[in-house]
């Protein structure tokens, strides 16, 4: 079934208002996503949502559509294959409210996140993706331009700072004052353009090396952010699917080496260091945040708590010694 806004969009982007079929992509937590089916093949459209598809109230600047197409399109100039590419925006002149973009078919650009329920696990891929990411952030480290256009405090804390970080010190008060701690870390250290939702869920497999989508949380922030998240999702996903841990953090050491062999801009071992204390935040944040992970019962919830409690008390200086921490909350999993 058409949606009238989407035709209205699709008119105002050029591209006509009779699409063969359209059709709404899962997935869509901040954003409403379809596929439309256009007469010389399928496109994305993507719109933003005011309030996120969450139990909490989670509201966010619809401004950040622009900050995506922004890092699209300048992530195009330092990494090609890392993203889809920008093919029209809405409103042609204004604020961006809406963009398409390509379609990637799942049958070439597999998502991540499934490959890892499925137990394929490669540590190449993640090593791309690693390396992908530092690259982002040695070629914007520093640069007056890219700061001035993606320096946005008060959109990333709506988005990411508040619903993690702030919601879970409501949630820990006891770990309150090391979560607060964490958020001024990070306030101190922005220096480069970070993507903000480096996830399994944001990562297509491509014939040419990772696909990295949904960057409005673009920002210009502190470097230690995207690995950090990309590195929780990995330990996550080891109470996921037990069977594969061993290769889930297999392909976390491959993402940390090839990503702080990038690292120009500043002394390695500070962003790792910077990296390994934020996980233990978000470890916490995605069980008893606004946005708790959804693959997770129970008494997999319990376990990261406790795992996750301890790191923010304790906090690990190398990711070596974070994988280190983690592991023996694995021994008991057996499914």
């Known amino acids: 079934m058409a949606d009238p806004e989407v035709l209205e969009t699709l008119a105002r982007m050029g591209f006509g208002r009779a699409p063969r079929a359209m059709t709404p992509l ?19 459209v993507k719109r933003a949502l005011a309030q996120l598809r969450v ?115 409501a949630a820990h008060p006891d770990r309150a004052e090391a979560l607060d701690a964490l958020r001024a870390t990070y306030l101190r250290n922005r220096r480069v ?19 990295l989508l949904d960057a409005e949380c673009a920002t210009w922030g502190d470097p230690a952010f995207d690995p950090a998240f990309c590195l929780t999702h990995l330990l996550l996903k080891c109470r996921w699917n037990p069977a594969a841990s061993g290769a889930f953090l297999e392909c976390a050491s491959a993402f940390t080496r090839a990503y702080l062999a990038g690292v120009s801009w500043e002394d390695p071992a500070a962003v790792e260091a910077r990296c390994a204390h934020l996980v233990g935040g978000l470890l916490l944040a995605r069980v008893d945040g606004l946005s708790p992970v959804e693959y997770l019962g129970e008494e997999d919830r319990a376990a990261v708590r406790t795992v996750a409690r301890s790191l923010l008390v304790d906090p690990p200086r190398t990711v070596a010694a974070l994988l280190a921490a983690w592991r023996p909350s694995l021994e008991p999993v057996r499914r």
């Open 55 to 169: 139990a909490g109230e989670w509201r966010a600047p619809l401004e950040r559509t622009g900050a995506e197409v922004a890092w699209m399109r300048l992530v195009a100039e330092i990494r090609p294959d890392l993203t889809a590419g920008v093919l029209a925006v809405d409103p042609p002149r204004g604020p961006t409210r809406a963009f398409a973009m390509p379609y990637l078919a799942p049958t070439s650009h597999p998502l991540w996140k499934l490959e890892l329920r499925e137990g394929r696990a490669d540590p190449a891929l993640a090593s791309a993706l690693g390396a992908s990411v530092a690259a982002v952030h040695a070629a914007t480290a520093d640069r007056p331009e890219v700061r001035d256009r993606f320096d946005d405090v008060a959109m990333f804390a709506a988005l990411r700072l508040d619903p993690y970080l702030a919601a879970t010190a």
């Open 193 to 211: 353009l970070v993507h903000g939702d480096v996830s399994p869920k944001n990562v297509l497999v491509g014939p040419r090396g990772p696909v």
């Open 26 to 44: 899962p997935g869509g937590v901040s954003s409403d996503i379809w596929r439309v089916d256009l007469a010389d093949g399928p496109i994305v």
